[in-house]
């Protein structure tokens, strides 16, 4: 839903919803609304029409401690891709993707969301597949476990900069891992393996696209964020993770 702009009595700033076909250049109508009522945004809660869609594509650096990855300090970025497919009514379609070769996951799942004036908020649930595949340097590893992630995100509209803050919830189950002629399951496995705090800058541009960038916290088991030093640690490790990237 568009959001304009009015005075009110007490000559207070607020956002209000814009009428139904009310036309996208109209004054008042932040950029931000424009395009999460239009094209939707990949982070900030959005509620797009039917058809519309948005891909987005960046990169992520998770900054673990080398002391906890027993001196190994380098640690290739992630590739990620993200889409949004609209439904109407507030609901849209999800997918993402990220891949540093060793540890991908692909998400898919449904979302829900609706603005409170200058506020939003979205629901989100997906569901996917974690691999980690490692055949080289002596290592002939494949792990592969169904992923569930339930989100919610509150988001704010600043004009031409939408903030979105987002909490995930990583869960997995049923770990298979083989190892060369071998395979089984983790032995200390968990269904919850971990949990993340996000904070998105999206900056929606007059062409239409969108740059982002994100800062933020993982708490995950050893075995989601470094699988293949410690496979069955139930341990879990708190670390940063940057976001950067590009949204069309």
């Known amino acids: 839903m568009l959001v304009l702009v009015v005075l009110t009595a007490g000559g207070e700033l607020r956002a209000q919803p814009c009428p139904a076909g009310t036309?996208?250049?109209?004054?008042?109508?932040t950029a931000v609304a424009r395009q999460a009522s239009e094209q939707g945004l990949v982070f900030h809660p959005s509620a797009p029409p039917l058809s519309a869609f948005r891909f987005g594509i960046g990169g992520f650096y998770d900054a673990v401690d080398p002391q906890v990855m027993l001196g190994y300090k380098f640690?290739?970025?992630?590739?990620?891709?993200?889409?949004?497919?609209?439904?109407?009514?507030?609901?849209?379609?999800?997918?993402h993707l990220n891949s540093m070769f060793v540890t991908s996951e692909l998400l898919v799942g449904g979302s829900f969301a609706q603005s409170l004036g200058p506020w939003s908020y979205e629901l989100k649930a997906s569901v996917g597949l974690y691999v980690g595949k490692l055949g080289q340097f002596g290592f002939d590893v494949l792990l592969l476990a169904p992923e569930y992630r339930p989100e919610l995100t509150v988001g704010y509209d600043?004009?031409?900069?939408?903030?979105?803050l987002r909490g995930s919830m990583?869960?997995?189950g049923s770990e298979h891992v083989t190892v060369g002629d071998v395979s089984g399951g983790l032995d200390n496995s968990r269904l919850f393996v971990g949990h993340s705090e996000?904070?998105?800058?999206?900056?929606?541009?007059?062409?239409?696209?969108?740059?982002y960038f994100g800062l933020g916290l993982m708490t995950t088991r050893a075995y989601y964020a470094f699988w293949v030093m410690f496979p069955d640690?139930?341990?879990l490790y708190t670390y940063p993770r940057m976001v950067a990237g590009y949204e069309f």
């Open 23 to 29: 036309p996208s250049d109209s004054v008042g109508c």
């Open 233 to 235: 640690s139930p341990a």
């Open 198 to 211: 996000m904070l998105f800058v999206e900056n929606a541009m007059q062409n239409g696209s969108v740059w």
């Open 75 to 95: 640690r290739l970025p992630q590739l990620s891709l993200d889409a949004r497919y609209g439904l109407g009514a507030g609901w849209s379609l999800g997918a």
């Open 170 to 172: 990583i869960l997995m």
């Open 158 to 164: 600043l004009g031409s900069i939408a903030l979105s």
